[in-house]
């Protein structure tokens, strides 16, 4: 067993060291989540994880993977959890599981299903303890957790850390009889041969809100390079005068968002505290890396903040983490292992360390594009048509991601000014079928002036994530206020239709060749890269196009957005290519290329996730 010697049945542990099997046990982790890398490459990534000298891996769990749908359950492919943990033990590697049930994460919700949130005029209380709330934690968990006891260390695996929410003393709720209830829940599942912790900021507020206050369970605290540990651990040992010092999340880079540039952390500055925290005066202190290994937000899984405007995340999750969003391994990889091997060289495995390499890379060239399908055709991929008098929010649609298309029919004149009062979150707006502009969700007057004559006002929403961290985290997607045509009320009176279009179905569109009169934006175009030989690693540019959505067989790689940065290029594994012809599929939401030749795509050898600014 792993024991924190917390436990009151132990007693006070004067050393304040994690014990596995009666002997003090050492350790240095690394983040490296499952979800945002193809299940293929798990291996790879995991034995460079464990080729640096870190012996536990930590991963969250995200809710709305493995349960998109209300009592859908998914645990094959990517979402394979059991498999990955499996891996991980295979490689000489000790798991920590965080399995929230909100994870934060720059993911969408937090982790936490759409259907959760509830509808929109009687929200659940979510990360409290509402019943509803309560009721659906408990029956993901009813799953999920007796799917990990036997992964724990007790019972042979290699599970010995297990988090209990995260960084709850950041959330408003302070809900004690929450954290309670869910600690109960997982000791029922898991039983008492695994240690159980919170994990927070080290601020005041969050140490009173965020821990258990009780005797079995750890309170571990996040912080940085730019903080001084020490500082950290004093405040800590005011509110859990006993136990292992554990730092969750040591950043060695940070998160990005659209329109904001790529944010770095130096090497120098990260190795150089996590020495500090390896030679500490304060005893042993464990140390988890925030990302070691960022990976991709593929599909539209990105999560996204808010501070005083709506900031959604790009789809690369590089981090600046010493692992790249390639799996590369990078200076600040380096300059880690040799921390790890100069002051703990017991936990070295120089058996898999011998082992690990870069993968290949291969820049494909350009791919043009010589079939569409235009924005009418787009609606044959719905999955659902409604006709109601009032607009539908996703959830009200039973809808995760994507996008949702409500068209009525109305008698617009020249130069009418539509308003939508809170856009969730991009409107491409379209008069009978023909693309008029759009309206954003942090524009100031959330409103466009409509050109001529029309019949038929459509509205293609765009769900962009959504806002995982804060009290704006209810966030509705779709239409959810008043829609104004020069004046008059649109979401009242006549019926609107409403298609579905999560865009998870993309083989059953309707390709014809391109015909000289270019389709419009909210178009699919289709071309084909040819590849010889054994597939490699490569990444999209896509310098002739705006915003928008790119497929490669099937596998939805993400949003594109150049012009607002800081990401360029999209990361497309090889193992997602196949010798030969793969097809390619791209949405392009804001402005067609304006000639046929300039329908094309390049596949370039090297990623672009945008210029660095020191975080």
Known sequence: ELSSGINAEYGDYENDEFLKDGKTFDYVSGSLHYFRVPHQLWRDRLMKLRASGINVVSTYVPWNFHEPHQGRFVFTGDADLIKFIKIAQSLDLMVNIRPGPYICSEWDNGGLPYFVMGPPKSPIRLRTSDTRFLNHVKRYFDVLLPLLRPMLYSNGGPVILVQIENEYGSDRACDGDYMVYLHNLMKQHLGDDVVFYTADGWDMHHLICGPIHKGDVLTTINFGPNTEHHKAYYRLRGFQKHGPLLNSEYYPGWLDHWGEPHQCRATDLVQEQFEKMLLSKLGNIYVNFYMFFGGTNFGFYNGANFNHEFQPDPTSYDYDAPLSEAGDMTPKYRAIQASIAKYKPGLVNKKIAAQVRDSTKRGYGWVQLTEAVDFVGLKKLATCHKRRELPASFTELHQDFGFVLYEREVEGSDHDVLQVMEPRDSISVYTDDRYAGKIYRNDEKKSLVLLGEFERLGLLVENMGRINYGPQMHDYKGIISEVVLEGEELTRGAFWDVWCLPLNNTKKADFKAIPTKLPGPGSLFRGRLVVQGQPADTWAKLVNFKKGI??????????????????????????????????????????????????????????????CSEH
């Open 550 to 611: 790119l497929f490669v067989n099937g596998h939805n790689l993400g949003r594109y957005w150049p012009g607002a940065g800081p990401q360029q290029h999209l990361y497309v594994p090889g193992v997602w290519l196949k010798e030969g012809a793969n097809e390619v599929i791209v949405l392009e939401l804001d402005e067609v290329p304006a000639t046929k030749t300039q329908l094309k795509i390049e596949f370039v050898d090297r990623p672009d996730v945008g210029k």
